[in-house]
């Protein structure tokens, strides 16, 4: 292994209490992994050693040797007993900290008596687990599948005007969830591709849908830094000119109104409306309804969940709040609605829109085709009113 080669070595992971992976380079051999002294890669955490173990190069190869450690080194979850040969795409648990093996890095070093702590196999953490090149395989390969969560109308009787566009992985090596997907992406800069890939693969198939649906799609904030989104859109505008679309921006993100602006304007010229997602998780943006209005608001779980045992000033307060946005003639969506006093609540409040388990799961386009057929309904007119009202 060449000099070029061992800089683009690196490990990356999460440390204890930090939200965002840190990457470490490996620039030099013997590579060491500890809590405190002269080591390369400095994890200031009390149940990882002082010196933990190394890694260090062998007939061009990487090797990890453990400096017999307190709480143990284990390499995709199997505990390191003699020195162990690693590879690209490698997991590597220093105790519970856990990092995988890649290449191309940044470094970024930090500064207690070693606790003990439990380290069974079973108590590792998992969110890297399957690894980059497994994820860059399900994306080459685009192994998802779309699923689709129905939008109702909550006028006089209850109608599906569209589907939220969710999504599985279906490989092997790695979880289903979305959620897990985006978490092994995010580790290994690849969040953007595989939203991408959600979105088109869910776009392509959404045709099949009964009913002529709206298409609410999910955006990720590492697009939304460039004009990939654009595009994507703008290709699945050519292949599907007459599918009623609409981009979900999640309320986090929408910070910046001249950005937001310019988003808004494209997606109009491309006849696709905008919702602000997940309104209430955290800051709320009010300033940005105003000045960059979206079509939808979808009002967070986390306002909607016993919605029907608040206490009065809180559902007078999401009723004011209701009342105003539908005033800015922006429709308001109640996401993770579970029983159906939540939904009357949210009925007599004032929302014009809801989804949630209580109207239905996510599910294949085939589950919804056969729900069709099973019980068809006379839904494309009202279909067809939402989505002018709305474009």
Known sequence: MDQEDDASWFL?????????????DIKSFPFRIGRDGDVDALLPITHVSKLHAEIYQKDGELWLHDHASSNGTFVNRNRVSADVRLGEGDIVHFSTSEFVLGRAALATPEHLQTVLVPTSTASLPSRLVGGAPALRELIGEQRVAPYYQPIMCLGPETQTIGFELLGRGTHEALPQSPGELFRIAESAGLEAALSRLFRRVGIDAAPQLPGSPRLFVNSHPAELVSEDILATFRQARERLPDLALTLEVHEGTVNDAASMRELRSALTDLDIGLAYDD???????LLELVEVPPDYLKFDISLIRDLHLAPPARQKMLQTLVSMVRDMEIACLAEGIERAEELEACRAIGFEFAQGYLLGRPAPVESWREAARAQPPDNDASTRAVNAKRA
Do not use: K, L, N, T
Request: net charge positive; aromatic share 16%.
């Open 12 to 24: 990356e992971g999460y440390i204890e209490g930090e939200r965002v992976p840190r990457r470490f």
């Open 279 to 285: 309104f209430g998780a955290g800051q709320s943006r």
